[in-house]
């Protein structure tokens, strides 16, 4: 009797789990198909694909979504290789000054974003003036550099965390075989963290792509997604921004299932060969 409600208890918890994790982004996707012109779920006036194609032909969303992804891959290609160097140089220094400068690589996660975003326009302001290059303040550059600062501690943090199990024998065999620094980078190392380089890569795209308190700042008189939603909510949305959560959402599941495929396919191949 007790397993029976013990299981009870645990299988209500779960369904309340996932209804509070994914309840919000279904209520979220149904006014899309709304015929409604103001975001509802009901009454449902009727089906319709309508807002999808107004969503294909505003200017203002695409332009920023595009925005958001050329930044985005920017804000990876900057901080996947700072955060690896930031995790290997943590592995490598004294014991004294380790802490130390923990601290100072991961300090940028704790300050707000609207603090990183105004300092890195000002920085940047006073850097380019008295540099003579101008050119380099514009928006999409302040913004990958102000969204890198913080990003790439959170790319580190997961390259110390796999960091802290790898085999320091491996690298002394290789020394002592002949290979060199570059050679034991590239043959040893880099094999060993590629799973948490991939980590890393879909972590700073995806806090990059959502950030709004740094970017809003440094991005200018320019625009990303974020602030494009930002000033339609403020004026009065439309449905279009169910419609493009559905296809985020569609997006993210479908990138999920595709990567769950891959990993089991490794999985089944890796037991074949053992």
């Known amino acids: 009797m007790m397993a029976r409600i013990t299981r009870g208890m645990v299988s209500a918890y779960i369904m309340m789990f996932f209804a509070y994790l994914f309840l919000p982004l279904a209520i979220m996707a149904i006014p899309a198909f709304n015929t409604s012109s103001y975001p509802r779920v009901w009454p449902f006036d009727g089906a319709t694909l309508d807002w999808f194609v107004r969503l294909a032909a ?7 979504l595009r925005n958001s992804l050329w930044i985005g891959a920017l804000v990876v290609l900057v901080s996947v290789p700072v955060g690896l160097a930031g995790a290997v140089v943590l592995q490598q220094i004294d014991s004294r000054v380790r802490s130390l400068f923990h ?3 991961i300090a940028p996660v704790l300050v707000p974003g609207v603090i990183i975003g105004i300092s890195t326009v000002i920085f940047w302001r006073e850097l380019t003036l008295s ?14 550099m102000g969204q890198s600062s913080f990003i790439s501690a959170y790319c580190m943090l997961l390259f110390t965390a796999r960091l802290q199990r790898f085999d320091r024998a491996q690298e002394e065999a290789a020394f002592d075989l002949g290979a060199s620094n570059t050679q034991v980078f590239l043959s040893i190392l880099l094999p060993f963290m590629r799973p948490a380089i991939l980590s890393a890569a879909v972590l700073a795209f995806l806090s990059s792509f959502e950030n709004y308190n740094t970017t809003t700042f440094a991005i200018l008189a320019d625009r990303t997604l974020t602030t494009v939603l930002a000033g339609q909510v403020r004026q009065g949305t439309t449905p279009t921004v169910s419609a493009l959560a559905v296809i985020i959402i569609a997006a993210t599941v479908l990138c999920s299932a595709v990567l769950e495929w891959i990993n089991r396919r490794r999985t089944r191949g890796i037991k074949a060969h053992t």
């Open 131 to 144: 540099a003579g290059t101008r050119a380099l303040y514009n928006g999409v550059f302040l913004t990958v």
């Open 103 to 105: 601290l100072a690589t």
């Open 58 to 64: 505003d200017e203002a969303m695409i332009y920023g």
